[in-house]
């Protein structure tokens, strides 16, 4: 059972470049999140999904756009990167009735 | 607006030592609470979970406790081991059972051998 899976695990971009950061989960989950997290700080939460289809605005939107054609995957995309986007990226996913979330083990984001 | 703080950043103990993590939320209306453990490089991993009608979760050596009202939930660290040492992240489940995870900034745990 691979869980929350991500891609890639590292990556250093240039600025005004765009990537997709990939997410995948095997755990039939209706629930995904991507969040950010920088040195020192906690967690905070760019976009969610409540289901394949439908996707909502976290906290720390700008910069981002997220897509969800299947209950499996979770992309998020940036578009023109920026220094301020270096980061280490996670995305989570959970099941119904506010059980646990899965986290995946990250991409370690640099923009130059 | 939900604002989760956790006291102490960072905590340095000698093995052994019994400890504890504390971790305050502003806004009550809670869903549950989660701890997590978070290793440098490494993804989250979920220690316990207290459904907002509980008052402690218990595994082996950790034991976490709520207190909605007052708005603060501990983790409580039996005899710890160098292996423990790790950062430990609090969140709240706000905006009932389809909300967001809310997380603290985490306190940094070193236990010394």
């Known amino acids: 059972n691979a869980g929350v899976t991500q891609t890639p695990k590292f990556r250093i971009l240039k600025i005004g470049q765009s990537m997709t950061l990939q997410c995948t989960q095997d755990?039939?989950?209706?629930?995904m999140y991507w969040y950010r997290q920088d040195p020192g700080m906690g967690l905070k939460l760019i976009y969610y999904?409540?289901?394949?289809?439908?996707?909502d605005k976290g906290e720390v939107p700008n910069g981002y756009n997220v897509s969800r054609s299947t209950t499996e995957d979770f992309p998020l995309r940036l578009e023109l990167a920026a220094p301020s986007q270096t980061s280490v990226y996670f995305c989570?996913?959970?099941?119904?009735?506010?059980?646990?979330?899965?986290f995946g083990p990250g991409t370690r984001l640099t923009v130059l | 607006k939900q604002e989760v703080t956790q006291i102490p950043a960072a905590l340095s103990v000698p093995e052994g030592e019994n400890l504890v993590l504390n971790c305050s939320f502003t806004?009550?209306?809670?869903?549950?609470l989660q701890w997590f453990r978070q290793d440098p490089g490494k993804g989250l991993t979920s220690l316990l979970l207290?459904?907002?009608?509980?008052r402690e979760q218990t595994s082996g050596r950790l034991n976490a406790s709520l207190d909605k009202s007052s708005g603060r939930s501990t983790l409580y660290i039996a005899a710890s081991q160098p292996g423990d040492s790790a950062t430990y992240l609090c969140?709240?489940?706000?905006?009932?059972?389809?909300?967001?995870?809310?997380f603290g900034k985490g306190t940094k745990l070193s236990v010394k051998p």
């Open positions: 999904s409540v289901g394949a289809g439908i996707t």
């Open positions: 755990m039939n989950h209706n629930y």
């Open positions: 207290i459904q907002s009608s509980q």
């Open positions: 969140a709240v489940l706000y905006g009932g059972s389809q909300g967001n995870l809310i």
């Open positions: 989570a996913s959970r099941g119904e009735g506010g059980n646990t979330q899965y």
């Open positions: 806004d009550s209306a809670i869903y549950n």
